[in-house]
């Protein structure tokens, strides 16, 4: 595990599974675009709408695939700092040269806002250090969330901890999501308990 970096809340978003580039993942996981340029757009959009050019952005795997062209009209039009946790396309996808245009590229990270510890990962865990208590959280991506979830994973996804959520732009209308939001659902799972 990396070391433990503390960070302004108000200036902190999460996303993952943004899968740039993949043309299959519209059949996958069923996402409403005529094609792959149109998903491109909508989710650049989406995220410079929200975070601005200092804003910091934790991207938990899954950024994109294609070459170095692919790579860097991607990374040229996205607002942010953002770190790469990496996810498992990204492993094979991510192109050579391109570790530097991230902030970090990490299998996960460790956070610390508003005296939350948050696990970073492209994976939900099925256990981690504090799981048991509230003040503990895990955001993760990977399981493409979404209504009427019918994916290889729906069945696991309810042993979830209301302390996790997925980050994923298939649970977030295709948009980057800021720490309080996060927050907000997972106080809203907590009460559910």
Not at 18 to 29: E, G, M, Q, R
């Amino acid at each position: 595990m990396n070391t433990i970096n503390k960070y302004d809340g108000s200036k902190v978003f999460f996303t993952s599974d943004t899968h740039f580039n993949h043309a299959n993942i519209l059949k996958f996981c069923d996402r409403p675009f005529k094609n792959v340029e149109e998903m491109n757009e909508t989710i650049i959009a989406n995220w410079n709408k929200v975070i601005g050019k200092d804003d910091t952005v934790f991207h938990l795997g899954d950024f994109c695939l294609g070459g170095a062209a692919e790579w860097t009209r991607m990374l040229d039009r996205l607002n942010g700092k953002i770190h790469l946790i990496v996810g498992n396309h990204d492993l094979k996808n991510l192109r050579q040269g391109f570790v530097n245009r991230f902030e970090e590229v990490v299998m996960q990270r460790h956070i610390v806002i508003d005296k939350h510890s948050i696990y970073l990962n492209h994976y939900p865990f099925l256990c981690f250090s504090g799981s048991y208590k509230d003040d503990v959280w895990q955001f993760f991506g990977h399981v493409h969330t979404r209504k009427n979830n019918t994916g290889i994973d729906a069945n696991r996804l309810q042993y979830l901890y209301p302390t996790q959520y997925d980050v994923g732009v298939d649970n977030n209308n295709f948009t980057p999501v800021s720490y309080n939001q996060v927050k907000k659902m997972i106080m809203k799972q907590l009460n559910q308990i």
